[in-house]
């Protein structure tokens, strides 16, 4: 019951950062504020809470919007751009030719150029290039300094206590590693597991202290790292090329000249070796997209949720009030479930790559190809 009353705290904490949401611009003006906040859209709520920004929101108290500014670095046109997301001012303003895109369309959150001497967008001249440090990567570092902290004390414990019970931290984590061994490793790629051990056990607890991490809704949490599909993207090109690098000679071959496959199937069109390779192909973008889509959908239906109090709000305020019991409970439900997706999600994505490592090396007998 302490843990229930715990999330029920850090969900009316975050309550601040949800009311904020009718105000994506984040104006300041209180006329303007009560317009977005009677214009209440649950869509674009939804979006601008899942979606990547060049600063870190904390709170919203009254009118005052507070936030941490990130560094936004741009490159254009031969030029280096280095200032503070500060001086958008919530996406306000324009700085040095450039802005936060405030509209609707695939540019929204962006920076863009805008036209000289205006904060209009300019539709003819192409967006800079991009490196600023945004929130997600932030939660990157965040994820990345944890990990070095955990396994470090980790690392310790294992010679301090060197042929004794493990205790502590230790004592959680050894029985994951051992699972990640015994249950992942060794079954899925055999006798050569060893050398893609450290691979597998950094791509698991990555993704399962990320997706723990972007659960907690108040700072140094709540970044979507593993909801964005640039990083899953980048995650599973990981996997790809570790699988590609160590492939055996036998691997290709099953590729490009598969045994017992009639010679019409790979001559004059390769038909079957297109194949192959789109399976090769295939296999990085299924990984990509389950571990993006499993973890924004659990965000997307716990912000829904609270969604439903100001939707029922605009109609009657007795009614969104009867409604917010029963739209906290769910997202409590649905954030307890997401601790157990945090996990899935992490097993699944390192058993499949295990599972490719395994493909990719094992041993082809001539009498198996002949079959």
């Excluded at 003819?124 to 939660?139: C, Y």
């Excluded at 969604?307 to 439900?333: H, Q």
Aim: net charge neutral.
């Amino acid at each position: 019951m302490g843990k229930f009353y715990l999330v029920f705290l850090l969900y009316f904490l975050s309550f601040p950062a949800v009311f904020s949401a009718g105000n994506p611009q984040g104006k300041n003006s209180g006329e303007e504020t009560t317009e977005h906040a009677e214009e209440f859209n649950a869509g674009v709520m939804i979006i601008d809470h899942i979606i990547d920004s060049y600063e870190w929101h904390i709170a919203t108290i009254g009118h005052t919007h507070i936030s941490i500014p990130l560094p936004v670095i741009l490159f254009d046109q031969g030029k280096l751009h280095v200032f503070s997301s500060s001086r958008f001012h919530h996406g306000n303003d324009a700085y040095k030719g450039f802005k936060i895109e405030t509209a609707q369309g695939a540019n929204r959150g962006k920076i863009v150029k805008v036209k000289e001497g205006t904060t209009e967008t300019d539709p003819e001249v192409s967006k800079p290039l991009d490196f600023s440090i945004t929130k997600n990567v932030v939660g990157v570092f965040v994820s990345f300094i944890v990990l070095l902290l955990v396994f470090f004390s980790v690392a310790k414990a294992y010679k301090r206590n060197a042929g004794h019970a493990p205790k502590g931290i230790q004592s959680i984590l050894e029985p994951l590693i051992l699972f990640i061994r015994d249950e992942i490793a060794k079954p899925s790629i055999g006798h050569s597991y060893e050398k893609f051990m450290p691979f597998l056990l950094t791509m698991f607890f990555f993704i399962f202290f990320t997706n723990l991490i972007g659960l907690i809704p108040i700072f140094p949490g709540g970044a979507n790292v593993t909801g964005n599909i640039g990083v899953t993207m980048v995650l599973a090109l990981f996997t790809f090329f570790m699988t590609s690098f160590s492939a055996n000679k036998s691997y290709w071959l099953h590729i490009f000249n598969t045994p017992g496959v009639p010679w019409w199937l790979k001559f004059p069109i390769p038909l079957f070796p297109i194949i192959e390779i789109t399976g090769a192909v295939v296999k990085p973008f299924v990984l990509m997209i389950r571990l993006f889509a499993n973890i924004t959908a659990g965000h997307i239906i716990v912000l829904g949720f609270m969604s439903l109090i100001f939707v029922f709000a605009k109609i009657s305020p007795g009614l969104g009030y009867g409604v917010s019991l029963v739209s906290v409970f769910f997202a409590i439900f649905i954030s307890l479930l997401e601790l157990l997706v945090a996990f899935i999600q992490a097993y699944v994505f390192t058993l499949l790559s295990a599972l490719y490592f395994g493909m990719a090396t094992e041993e082809h007998s001539h009498a198996e190809d002949h079959h």
